[in-house]
T-cell receptor
Framework: NAGVTQTPKFQVLKTGQSMTLQCAQDMNHEYMSWYRQDPGMGLRLIHYSVGAGITDQGEVPNGYNVSRSTTEDFPLRLLSAAPSQTSVYFC??????????????FGPGTRLTVL | GQQLNQSPQSMFIQEGEDVSMNCTSSSIFNTWLWYKQEPGEGPVLLIALYKAGELTSNGRLTAQFGITRKDSFLNISASIPSDVGIYFCAGRGNAGGTSYGKLTFGQGTILTVHP
């Protein structure tokens, strides 16, 4: 299993540009989430999904859209990038049931800079 | 929203010393998780706690789920240089509910171990 994969690993955008951060998992996990990590603030939840076709907002959803058309993929879209969105973005996934669950598995991250 | 306060923010210790860090919450969580993050990587799960009062060990790491469900601590015994990294606590809601995929993270504890 590849686990949770994220692309790209690094990205530089200009203010106002749009882009999609890709996330995929091959563990058949129902739950997938997007977090951003900023210095001194830990990880903050942007959006999450409990299954294909179902998404919900997290703590800091503004400026981001998500969709979950398949169990495997959970892309994060920046509609009009702003410098405040410069951050490291992590995708995570986990099983719905508690049996055998070991918490969320995280991808390697995407480092985004908005100029 | 839910908040986790993690302390201390940073620790500078000598190799061989024991380390203790903790998290407190304004809300009840049904699961506590402890993660370690190394530079350029995503967080990796160290210990998961599922019951109030539970004490769980993973090698030199020991974590406890507070009896009030509003706190947890992590101890590292006989620290070694490879323990260096950022340690995060995280809390999660009820299994099976829509909040299950959501993690609330503490701000992190930066651990430095001097040889």
């Amino acid at each position: 299993n590849a686990g949770v994969t994220q692309t790209p690993k690094f990205q530089v955008l200009k203010t106002g540009q749009s882009m999609t951060l890709q996330c995929a998992q091959d563990m058949n996990h129902e739950y997938m989430s997007w977090y951003r990590q900023d210095p001194g603030m830990g990880l903050r939840l942007i959006h999450y999904s409990v299954g294909a076709g179902i998404t919900d907002q997290g703590e800091v959803p503004n400026g981001y859209n998500v969709s979950r058309s398949t169990t495997e993929d959970f892309p994060l879209r920046l509609l009009s990038a702003a410098p405040s969105q410069t951050s490291v973005y992590f995708c995570a996934s986990s099983h719905r049931t508690s049996g055998g669950l070991g918490g969320q598995f995280f991808g390697p991250g995407t480092r985004l800079t908005v100029l | 929203g839910q908040q986790l306060n993690q302390s201390p923010q940073s620790m500078f210790i000598q190799e061989g010393e024991d380390v203790s860090m903790n998290c407190t919450s304004s809300s009840i969580f049904n699961t506590w998780l402890w993660y370690k993050q190394e530079p350029g990587e995503g967080p990796v799960l160290l210990i998961a706690l599922y019951k109030a009062g539970e004490l769980t060990s993973n090698g030199r790491l020991t974590a406890q789920f507070g009896i009030t469900r509003k706190d947890s601590f992590l101890n590292i015994s006989a620290s070694i240089p490879s323990d260096v990294g950022i340690y995060f606590c995280a809390g999660r809601g009820n299994a099976g509910g829509t909040s299950y995929g959501k993690l609330t993270f503490g701000q992190g504890t930066i651990l430095t171990v001097h040889p």
